[in-house]
T-cell receptor
Framework: AQSVTQLGSHVSVSEGALVLLRCNYS??????LFWYVQYPNQGLQLLLK??????LVKGINGFEAEFKKSETSFHLTKPSAHMSDAAEYFC???????????FGKGTKLSVKP | ETGVTQTPRHLVMGMTNKKSLKCEQH?????MYWYKQSAKKPLELMFV???????ENNSVPSRFSPECPNSSHLFLHLHTLQPEDSALYLC??????????????FGPGTRLLVL
C-alpha cells in the first residue's frame, strides 16, 4: 500500500537560510509525487509535482524537489527562506492509474527574522 | 469567481442538526473530491466523483452523504454528527481521476464545529 512519511512535524529556519523538508514514500511502482502548501485559513496550493520527466522538479516561489528512486525520497528545498514561506507543507503520492492522493501528515515551516 | 469555491467558510452545528456544505469549481474539471483535515492527522480522502459518478467512498460513516448533481457542483450533506467530526472539510477538483498525475485544485475549506 502507498504511504508517505514526512520527517519533522515542525521545522524552523532563519530568513535567508536553506529550507529542507523531507518526504519519503512507499509505493510498489514509480509513483507520481506532489508537494502542496497550505497558508493559514486557506486550502492547499500545488508547489510542484513529479510525473517521471526530469528528476529535479522546479516549482513556484523558488522551491524545487528531487526524485530519488534509490532512496524513495522527494525532499523539498529552497536556497533562501523568506518570511512569506511560513506555512504548512504536504507531500503526497499517487500510483499510476489511480487518481487518489495519499498525503503525509504535513510539516509546519516557521521562518525567523 | 475562479478556481474552487466553498460555502459556508465556517459552520457551527449541534449534533441533531442537518446542514449541507457546497463546493463549486469553475475550472471545467470532471472529477471532484471531499477531504477531511483534522488536527494531527493526515488529510483523509472521503469521496471521489468522476463525471458525476461516485467512484470512491473511503469507509465514511453514513451521517455524511455526498451529492454531485453535475461536474461543477459537489455537496456534502451532514446529519446527526458527532463532536469528533469537527474539522476542516476541503473540496478539490481535477481534470479527471484517471491517475495520470493530474493536479488537484483545492478550495479554501469549510471549518466545521460540532457541539
Amino acid at each position: 500500500a502507498q504511504s508517505v512519511t514526512q520527517l519533522g512535524s515542525h521545522v524552523s529556519v532563519s530568513e535567508g537560510a536553506l529550507v529542507l523538508l523531507r518526504c519519503n514514500y512507499s509505493s510498489s511502482v514509480p509513483p507520481y509525487l506532489f508537494w502542496y502548501v497550505q497558508y493559514p485559513n486557506q486550502g492547499l496550493q500545488l508547489l510542484l509535482k513529479y510525473t517521471s520527466a526530469a528528476t529535479l522538479v522546479k516549482g513556484i516561489n523558488g522551491f524545487e524537489a528531487e526524485f530519488k528512486k534509490s532512496e524513495t525520497s522527494f525532499h523539498l528545498t529552497k536556497p533562501s527562506a523568506h518570511m512569506s514561506d511560513a506555512a504548512e507543507y504536504f507531500c503526497a503520492v499517487s500510483d499510476r492509474g489511480q487518481g487518489n492522493l495519499i498525503f503525509g501528515k504535513g510539516t509546519k515551516l516557521s521562518v525567523k527574522p | 469567481e475562479t478556481g474552487v469555491t466553498q460555502t459556508p467558510r465556517h459552520l457551527v452545528m449541534g449534533m441533531t442538526n442537518k446542514k449541507s456544505l457546497k463546493c463549486e469549481q469553475h475550472l471545467g474539471h470532471n472529477a471532484m473530491y471531499w477531504y477531511k483535515q483534522s488536527a494531527k492527522k493526515p488529510l483523509e480522502l472521503m469521496f471521489v466523483y468522476n463525471f458525476k459518478e461516485q467512484t470512491e467512498n473511503n469507509s465514511v460513516p453514513s451521517r455524511f452523504s455526498p451529492e454531485c448533481p453535475n461536474s461543477s457542483h459537489l455537496f456534502l450533506h451532514l446529519h446527526t454528527l458527532q463532536p469528533e467530526d469537527s474539522a476542516l472539510y476541503l473540496c478539490a477538483s481535477s481534470r479527471a481521476g484517471t491517475g495520470d498525475g493530474e493536479t488537484q485544485y483545492f478550495g479554501p475549506g469549510t471549518r466545521l464545529l460540532v457541539l
